[in-house]
């Protein structure tokens, strides 16, 4: 990966997702001290959240010129709602929260600022603007889980260790690992300021998930 687009666009990122590992919300799931009111308004507004991704990719669908491409698009979208989303769920049922219950939840300002842009991202660019806006989620996500996962009985805590497991598995990495070689396959031949541009997407987004972990740490609204 050296020398790719992906490693330029992770070293321009490297600050903010070392904030983001040093997170007083990430180290508590670590821990297994993080409050369970702050992780239930984090995963209700990122079960919102996914809503918008699923979205994007779906743009994804539509800007894509080849069937193979749309049909890596739409898998992801499918790997959302179908797979991601079963963390979510599991969780939600052990808050005793049914999903019409989430949906009476208004998003959070960082929230919908941060889907806003990805959206908004999607609409005005092509496959490769879509994935440097998605990418940065789902790469943040698997490092942190391995992360986690490498702390001694994390992985096995009674109430944080599934989510852990969940970002630390095989199949997140596999799906992770398969948008980093999109995204270098889509920006193979950008021009140096096509790249620029890739790189501030996802700088910008990185940005937005270490708020995202602000706004569940402080539990705004």
Not at 62 to 89: C, Q
Not at 115 to 140: F, K, N, Q, R
Request: charged share 20%; hydrophobic share 45%; with cysteine.
């Amino acid at each position: 990966m050296t020398n790719s687009v992906s490693c330029r666009l992770r070293e321009a990122a490297a600050p903010i997702w070392e904030a983001c590992l040093k997170h007083p919300f990430v180290t508590g799931i670590g821990d297994g001290t993080l409050p369970v009111e702050k992780f239930q308004h984090f995963m209700l507004q990122d079960y919102l959240y996914l809503f918008d991704y699923a979205r994007v990719f779906a743009l994804g669908v539509v800007k894509a010129r080849s069937p193979e491409l749309m049909r890596t698009f739409s898998a992801n979208v499918d790997a959302i709602l179908g797979g991601e989303m079963k963390i979510h769920r599991a969780y939600m049922a052990r808050l005793g929260i049914s999903e019409e219950q989430v949906f009476n939840v208004q998003p959070a300002l960082d929230n919908l600022s941060y889907t806003h842009y990805m959206l908004a991202v999607a609409e005005a660019g092509g496959p490769a603007e879509i994935v440097a806006s998605i990418l940065a989620c789902s790469w943040s996500y698997a490092e942190i889980g391995q992360a986690l996962a490498q702390i001694p009985g994390a992985a096995e805590h009674p109430f944080y260790g599934e989510w852990i497991r969940g970002y630390a598995s095989e199949e997140y990495a596999a799906t992770n690992r398969a948008l980093i070689e999109l995204m270098d396959s889509l920006a193979a031949g950008a021009t140096e300021e096509q790249l620029a541009y890739l790189t501030d997407i996802f700088v910008n987004c990185s940005r937005y998930e270490l708020g995202f972990w602000d706004m569940a740490w402080e539990i705004r609204t």
